[in-house]
Protein backbone atom coordinates (compact mmCIF):
# COMPACT_ATOMS: atom_id res chain seq x y z
CA UNK A 1 0.00 0.00 0.00
CA UNK A 2 1.38 3.30 -0.87
CA UNK A 3 2.34 5.61 2.21
CA UNK A 4 -0.57 8.13 3.14
CA UNK A 5 1.26 10.49 5.70
CA UNK A 6 4.88 11.96 4.93
CA UNK A 7 6.57 14.54 6.60
CA UNK A 8 6.80 17.41 8.24
CA UNK A 9 9.06 18.33 5.59
CA UNK A 10 9.79 22.50 4.98
CA UNK A 11 7.91 23.34 2.07
CA UNK A 12 8.86 26.48 0.03
CA UNK A 13 5.57 28.13 0.31
CA UNK A 14 3.85 26.96 3.17
CA UNK A 15 6.66 26.21 5.90
CA UNK A 16 6.75 23.08 8.43
CA UNK A 17 4.18 21.04 6.75
CA UNK A 18 2.50 17.30 6.70
CA UNK A 19 2.15 16.01 3.81
CA UNK A 20 -0.99 13.61 2.97
CA UNK A 21 -1.80 11.51 -0.10
CA UNK A 22 -5.12 10.07 -1.19
CA UNK A 23 -4.22 7.77 -4.12
CA UNK A 24 -1.64 5.67 -5.60
CA UNK A 25 1.01 6.75 -7.45
CA UNK A 26 0.61 8.51 -10.18
CA UNK A 27 -3.21 9.05 -10.69
CA UNK A 28 -4.17 12.13 -11.94
CA UNK A 29 -6.64 13.83 -14.32
CA UNK A 30 -3.70 15.26 -15.96
CA UNK A 31 -0.10 14.45 -17.32
CA UNK A 32 1.66 17.51 -17.05
CA UNK A 33 5.00 17.80 -18.70
CA UNK A 34 6.66 18.90 -15.91
CA UNK A 35 5.02 16.33 -13.25
CA UNK A 36 7.89 15.64 -10.63
CA UNK A 37 6.21 12.82 -9.48
CA UNK A 38 6.59 11.33 -13.18
CA UNK A 39 4.75 10.25 -15.81
CA UNK A 40 0.55 9.83 -15.22
CA UNK A 41 0.14 5.87 -15.28
CA UNK A 42 -3.87 6.13 -14.24
CA UNK A 43 -5.08 9.41 -16.28
CA UNK A 44 -8.61 9.71 -14.39
CA UNK A 45 -11.45 12.00 -13.54
CA UNK A 46 -13.64 9.23 -11.50
CA UNK A 47 -13.71 10.28 -8.05
CA UNK A 48 -13.87 7.08 -5.30
CA UNK A 49 -11.79 5.44 -2.52
CA UNK A 50 -8.59 5.16 -5.02
CA UNK A 51 -7.00 4.91 -1.08
CA UNK A 52 -9.13 3.51 1.45
CA UNK A 53 -10.17 6.70 3.67
CA UNK A 54 -10.46 4.56 6.48
CA UNK A 55 -7.10 3.18 6.38
CA UNK A 56 -5.87 7.12 6.18
CA UNK A 57 -8.02 8.24 8.90
CA UNK A 58 -6.28 5.66 11.45
CA UNK A 59 -3.19 7.18 10.39
CA UNK A 60 -3.74 9.94 11.11
CA UNK A 61 -5.20 9.61 14.31
CA UNK A 62 -2.09 7.61 15.17
CA UNK A 63 0.12 10.65 14.35
CA UNK A 64 -2.04 12.64 16.76
CA UNK A 65 -0.64 10.81 19.46
CA UNK A 66 3.15 10.46 18.38
CA UNK A 67 6.13 12.16 19.50
CA UNK A 68 6.54 12.82 16.02
CA UNK A 69 3.63 15.36 16.16
CA UNK A 70 4.32 16.51 19.93
CA UNK A 71 7.81 17.36 19.27
CA UNK A 72 7.53 18.85 15.86
CA UNK A 73 3.92 20.06 15.13
CA UNK A 74 3.60 21.02 11.52
CA UNK A 75 1.51 24.30 10.30
CA UNK A 76 -0.32 22.71 8.03
CA UNK A 77 -1.50 19.42 7.25
CA UNK A 78 -1.47 19.05 2.85
CA UNK A 79 -3.19 17.65 0.60
CA UNK A 80 -0.73 16.78 -2.35
CA UNK A 81 1.04 13.65 -2.75
CA UNK A 82 1.57 11.45 -5.49
CA UNK A 83 -1.31 12.26 -7.51
CA UNK A 84 -4.44 14.65 -7.74
CA UNK A 85 -5.92 14.71 -4.04
CA UNK A 86 -9.85 15.55 -5.17
CA UNK A 87 -9.70 12.31 -6.95
CA UNK A 88 -10.31 10.93 -3.46
CA UNK A 89 -13.84 10.55 -2.50
CA UNK A 90 -13.12 10.24 1.27
CA UNK A 91 -11.63 13.89 0.96
CA UNK A 92 -14.73 15.70 2.76
CA UNK A 93 -14.18 12.97 5.84
CA UNK A 94 -10.78 13.18 6.19
CA UNK A 95 -10.95 17.11 6.08
CA UNK A 96 -13.79 16.73 8.93
CA UNK A 97 -11.60 14.41 10.97
CA UNK A 98 -8.28 16.95 10.66
CA UNK A 99 -10.18 19.64 11.82
CA UNK A 100 -11.98 18.05 14.93
CA UNK A 101 -8.36 15.87 15.76
CA UNK A 102 -6.32 19.04 14.83
CA UNK A 103 -7.53 22.31 15.94
CA UNK A 104 -4.54 24.03 15.55
CA UNK A 105 -3.13 23.31 12.33
CA UNK A 106 -4.01 24.67 9.48
CA UNK A 107 -4.95 22.64 5.94
CA UNK A 108 -4.07 23.50 2.55
CA UNK A 109 -4.94 21.34 -0.75
CA UNK A 110 -2.62 21.59 -3.62
CA UNK A 111 -5.10 20.56 -6.52
CA UNK A 112 -4.70 20.83 -10.21
CA UNK A 113 -8.00 22.45 -9.80
CA UNK A 114 -9.98 19.83 -12.66
CA UNK A 115 -12.60 18.46 -10.88
CA UNK A 116 -14.79 21.66 -9.46
CA UNK A 117 -16.26 21.74 -13.02
CA UNK A 118 -17.44 17.93 -13.08
CA UNK A 119 -18.41 17.28 -9.21
CA UNK A 120 -20.62 20.03 -7.28
CA UNK A 121 -20.25 18.30 -4.21
CA UNK A 122 -16.33 18.71 -3.92
CA UNK A 123 -17.12 22.34 -2.94
CA UNK A 124 -18.91 21.20 0.36
CA UNK A 125 -15.83 19.15 0.99
CA UNK A 126 -12.85 21.73 0.83
CA UNK A 127 -15.24 23.99 2.55
CA UNK A 128 -13.00 23.84 5.82
CA UNK A 129 -9.85 23.96 4.21
CA UNK A 130 -7.91 26.90 4.86
CA UNK A 131 -5.89 27.80 1.74
CA UNK A 132 -6.67 26.29 -1.90
CA UNK A 133 -3.32 25.99 -4.31
CA UNK A 134 -5.12 25.06 -7.65
CA UNK A 135 -3.10 25.40 -11.22
CA UNK A 136 -3.23 27.60 -14.51
CA UNK A 137 -1.35 27.06 -16.88
CA UNK A 138 -2.59 27.79 -19.82
CA UNK A 139 -5.12 30.33 -21.79
CA UNK A 140 -6.21 28.37 -25.23
CA UNK A 141 -7.21 24.64 -25.72
CA UNK A 142 -4.10 24.30 -27.62
CA UNK A 143 -1.74 25.44 -24.97
CA UNK A 144 -3.46 23.32 -22.39
CA UNK A 145 -3.20 19.80 -24.48
CA UNK A 146 0.21 20.54 -24.31
CA UNK A 147 1.72 21.28 -21.14
CA UNK A 148 -1.14 19.17 -19.52
CA UNK A 149 -1.80 16.68 -21.26
CA UNK A 150 -5.51 16.35 -19.89
CA UNK A 151 -7.93 13.45 -19.72
CA UNK A 152 -10.10 13.15 -22.76
CA UNK A 153 -12.76 14.45 -21.03
CA UNK A 154 -11.37 17.83 -19.54
CA UNK A 155 -11.11 20.90 -21.43
CA UNK A 156 -9.80 24.20 -20.59
CA UNK A 157 -13.48 25.85 -21.14
CA UNK A 158 -14.18 23.01 -18.20
CA UNK A 159 -11.29 23.34 -15.97
CA UNK A 160 -11.84 27.18 -16.57
CA UNK A 161 -15.60 26.68 -15.27
CA UNK A 162 -14.37 24.99 -12.39
CA UNK A 163 -12.16 27.45 -10.95
CA UNK A 164 -14.43 30.36 -11.14
CA UNK A 165 -16.84 27.85 -9.36
CA UNK A 166 -14.60 27.64 -6.59
CA UNK A 167 -13.94 31.23 -6.54
CA UNK A 168 -17.36 31.36 -6.16
CA UNK A 169 -17.90 29.53 -3.46
CA UNK A 170 -14.81 29.27 -1.09
CA UNK A 171 -14.71 31.92 1.30
CA UNK A 172 -10.25 31.03 2.43
CA UNK A 173 -7.59 31.81 0.29
CA UNK A 174 -7.09 31.10 -2.98
CA UNK A 175 -3.41 30.90 -4.14
CA UNK A 176 -3.63 30.47 -7.81
CA UNK A 177 -0.23 28.36 -9.21
CA UNK A 178 1.00 28.91 -13.20
CA UNK A 179 3.72 26.47 -13.72
CA UNK A 180 5.96 28.56 -16.76
CA UNK A 181 7.80 26.70 -19.79
CA UNK A 182 10.29 28.13 -22.15
CA UNK A 183 8.55 28.14 -25.48
CA UNK A 184 5.15 26.57 -24.62
CA UNK A 185 3.27 28.47 -22.04
CA UNK A 186 5.14 31.89 -22.31
CA UNK A 187 4.75 33.92 -25.26
CA UNK A 188 3.33 37.32 -25.18
CA UNK A 189 -0.19 36.54 -26.83
CA UNK A 190 -0.37 33.23 -24.51
CA UNK A 191 0.55 35.35 -21.34
CA UNK A 192 -1.67 38.22 -22.43
CA UNK A 193 -4.66 36.16 -22.20
CA UNK A 194 -3.69 34.31 -19.01
CA UNK A 195 -3.27 37.77 -17.23
CA UNK A 196 -6.76 38.47 -18.54
CA UNK A 197 -8.10 34.62 -17.29
CA UNK A 198 -6.11 35.63 -13.68
CA UNK A 199 -7.45 39.01 -13.66
CA UNK A 200 -10.93 37.87 -13.87
CA UNK A 201 -10.33 35.06 -11.14
CA UNK A 202 -8.62 37.77 -8.61
CA UNK A 203 -7.07 35.07 -6.12
CA UNK A 204 -5.56 36.32 -2.62
CA UNK A 205 -1.91 35.48 -4.64
CA UNK A 206 -0.48 34.35 -8.15
CA UNK A 207 2.66 31.96 -7.87
CA UNK A 208 4.52 31.57 -10.45
CA UNK A 209 5.98 27.99 -10.64
CA UNK A 210 9.34 26.60 -12.35
CA UNK A 211 11.29 23.64 -12.25
CA UNK A 212 13.57 23.06 -10.06
CA UNK A 213 13.75 18.67 -9.87
CA UNK A 214 13.48 16.70 -13.00
CA UNK A 215 10.42 16.42 -14.93
CA UNK A 216 8.02 13.79 -15.90
CA UNK A 217 9.48 14.44 -19.75
CA UNK A 218 12.96 15.34 -20.89
CA UNK A 219 14.04 18.40 -22.88
CA UNK A 220 11.75 21.07 -21.51
CA UNK A 221 13.16 23.87 -19.62
CA UNK A 222 11.61 26.72 -17.40
CA UNK A 223 12.58 30.29 -18.57
CA UNK A 224 15.69 32.07 -16.77
CA UNK A 225 15.06 33.51 -13.20
CA UNK A 226 14.93 37.09 -14.64
CA UNK A 227 12.62 36.57 -17.16
CA UNK A 228 10.45 34.37 -14.74
CA UNK A 229 10.72 37.78 -12.37
CA UNK A 230 9.13 39.71 -15.45
CA UNK A 231 6.05 37.34 -15.78
CA UNK A 232 5.61 37.28 -12.65
CA UNK A 233 5.19 40.52 -12.76
CA UNK A 234 3.15 40.95 -15.83
CA UNK A 235 0.44 38.14 -14.30
CA UNK A 236 0.84 40.60 -11.02
CA UNK A 237 2.37 37.27 -9.19
CA UNK A 238 5.54 36.38 -7.41
CA UNK A 239 7.76 33.80 -8.32
CA UNK A 240 7.94 31.01 -5.83
CA UNK A 241 11.59 31.37 -4.76
CA UNK A 242 14.15 27.68 -4.47
CA UNK A 243 14.03 25.99 -1.67
CA UNK A 244 15.49 26.73 1.98
CA UNK A 245 15.57 25.40 5.07
CA UNK A 246 15.75 28.21 8.12
CA UNK A 247 19.72 27.40 9.75
CA UNK A 248 18.32 27.82 13.02
CA UNK A 249 16.11 24.97 12.15
CA UNK A 250 17.78 22.84 9.95
CA UNK A 251 19.46 20.14 13.04
CA UNK A 252 15.60 19.53 14.38
CA UNK A 253 13.84 19.00 11.19
CA UNK A 254 12.97 15.48 10.78
CA UNK A 255 12.89 15.02 7.04
CA UNK A 256 11.12 12.04 5.89
CA UNK A 257 9.61 11.22 2.08
S1 LIG B 1 -1.71 17.87 -11.91
FE1 LIG B 1 -0.03 17.72 -10.47
S2 LIG B 1 0.15 15.51 -10.04
FE2 LIG B 1 -1.11 15.72 -11.88
S3 LIG B 1 0.34 15.50 -13.56
FE3 LIG B 1 0.11 17.70 -13.15
S4 LIG B 1 1.75 18.20 -11.72
FE4 LIG B 1 1.54 15.97 -11.72
Not at 37 to 50: A, P, Q, V, W
Not at 72 to 94: R, V
Not at 142 to 163: D, M, Y
Amino acid sequence: MEKCIFGPIYSRRLGVSLGINLVPYKTCSLNCLYCECGETTSLTIERKEHLPSQWIMEELIKYASSSRFRNFPPLYFTFAGLGEPTLSSGLGKIVNLIKKTFPEQKIALITNGTLFGFYPELLKEVKEIDLIIPSLDAATEETFKIVNQPHPAVSLAAHWEGLVRLKKHFTGEIWLEVFILSGMNDSEAELTLLRDKINFLSPQRVQINWLDRPAAYQGIQSPPFARLKKIAQFLGGEVILPFSIPPAREQETPVVS
